[in-house]
């Protein structure tokens, strides 16, 4: 059986900072503080498609995790195609083991 394969286009750019990126401001304090942002993919669950960034820019993602498998994707498979986007002024804290 042939795996599907999800396409992901962003639409927008994305500022983690500008109140305006959210759908309610109440969510901001979730994404900037904190552990911040949760990872795509996991190594029990990676991130198997498309994700096309369409030459947007991301900026402000920030994490802070005392974990592995961490950054915007945490773990892609060998059917992820991740293309043209951009990641500016990023904050990416965790550990190897």
Same mark, same amino acid.
């Given at each position: 059986?042939?795996?599907?394969? #999800?396409?992901?286009? #962003?639409?927008? @750019?994305? @500022?983690?900072?500008?109140?305006?990126?959210?759908?309610?401001?109440?969510?901001?304090?979730?994404?900037?503080? /904190?552990?911040?942002?949760?990872?795509?993919?996991?190594?029990?669950? @990676?991130?198997? &498609?498309v994700?096309d960034?369409?030459?947007?820019?991301?900026?402000?993602?920030?994490?802070?995790?005392?974990?592995?498998?961490? &950054? #915007?994707?945490?773990?892609? /498979?060998? +059917?992820?195609?991740?293309?043209? &986007?951009?990641? +500016? &002024?990023?904050?990416?804290?965790?550990?190897?083991?």
């Amino acid at each position: 059986m042939e795996q599907q394969v #999800l396409h992901f286009i #962003l639409m927008n @750019d994305l @500022d983690f900072a500008n109140d305006s990126d959210y759908e309610s401001i109440e969510n901001k304090a979730a994404w900037t503080t /904190g552990q911040g942002w949760v990872p795509i993919g996991t190594d029990i669950n @990676d991130f198997r &498609g498309v994700f096309d960034g369409n030459t947007k820019v991301i900026t402000g993602l920030m994490i802070n995790k005392d974990t592995k498998y961490i &950054g #915007l994707f945490g773990y892609t /498979g060998e +059917l992820a195609e991740l293309k043209d &986007g951009c990641l +500016l &002024g990023v904050s990416i804290t965790g550990t190897q083991h």
